[in-house]
């Protein structure tokens, strides 16, 4: 009983820590690229800051998701990302040309590189051997730190200023640090010693891996239509249609609560009772529909609110399947390499998508951004029915460092 109360605790205090890490990351992303618009920067330079995230998600991942497994620990790295967080924000708080941003919005890429302790950090400390029930907790805890980040950020934009949210997010950052710098080492879960390949050899590997090729691929789609709408196209698409910039973050939040609460109804319940496949070929569906909808309602800010909420559930079903994909074939003690390789790869969709999108706008308009990330959707939506049917991944058994 006290083990089990023990590890509770532990879990409820990295959740936490999860949320402060997303929070510190997303405050300002509601307010980013009409920010950019206000320093003076064009629709293209907004879409290259937004890319400009992903780009040492793409080349740093694998390798600190290596060296996690090689130390058997993820306390450093989740401590690396939090001051990377303040100091990208401290910076963004303090340039006043637009084309610093996307310097500082790459320091907050770096800072994201280390999301994958995190996710393998919490897996240790679950009890199940259902991989989709934790990723749907960690889902949980990173969308819900995202949606009080925008409502937080849209309140500060409104009350204090464009600067404020920077601000906000270098505090919510050093919040984080002290949680993770005092958090007690988990009871009785102890490193184990590697007994696979370690190293180049290892991760090619790894990388051989068929559903860790499936989960990356359409991580990567997902990943590009989101970043080329909510992210992106969608807050400047709303202001556009007269959307107060302190109502910015209330338009982020609306759809992130239904990724919270399908995160974690997926996880819990609907990946136990249907074919993965499956529910991945209706979550993409829907999102490619939310997203071709959003430039045909005209100004109609209603159902801008409405589509990004089924955007949102579309993506509280896709990501913690994903994610579960990711690790489930992989050896214990190989899993933080195997999530940072997941990681990485679906960054690929981070960068390509809004440049691609950039570009798109540059020639065909805004508009013409929401049909490329409506056909990325359709793709994924193809790909996940391509493997409809087949057997689900199975899951070895769990123990796992977290310190």
Known sequence: MVRAQAYWVHRVRLLLAIALFWMGLYVYVPTLTPYVAKLGGSDALAGLVVAAYGVPQLTMRIGLGVWADRLGRQRPFMLAG???????????AWVANAAWLAVFRFVAGMAASNWAMFSIAYLGLNTTNHHP???????????AGQVVAALLGGFLVAHFGWVSPFQASAILALLGLALVLTHPKAPEIVAQAPTQPSGRIGWLQILRDPWLKRASLLGALMQAATFITTYGYVPLLAVHYGLARGNLG???????VPTIVMSVVTGSWLSRTLDSSTLLLTGFVLASLAIVLTPLIGHHLAWVFILQAMLGAARGVIAPLLMAWSISTIAVEQRTTAMATYQSLYAIGMIFGPVLAAVVVSVWGLHASFWLAGALGVIGGLIAASVAGRPAPTQPSADLSVE
């Open 82 to 92: 939090f001051f990377l967080v303040a100091m990208s924000s401290l910076g963004m």
């Open 133 to 143: 029930q934790a990723m749907g907790w960690v889902t949980f805890a990173n969308n």
């Open 250 to 256: 209330l338009l982020m939040a609306c759809g992130m």
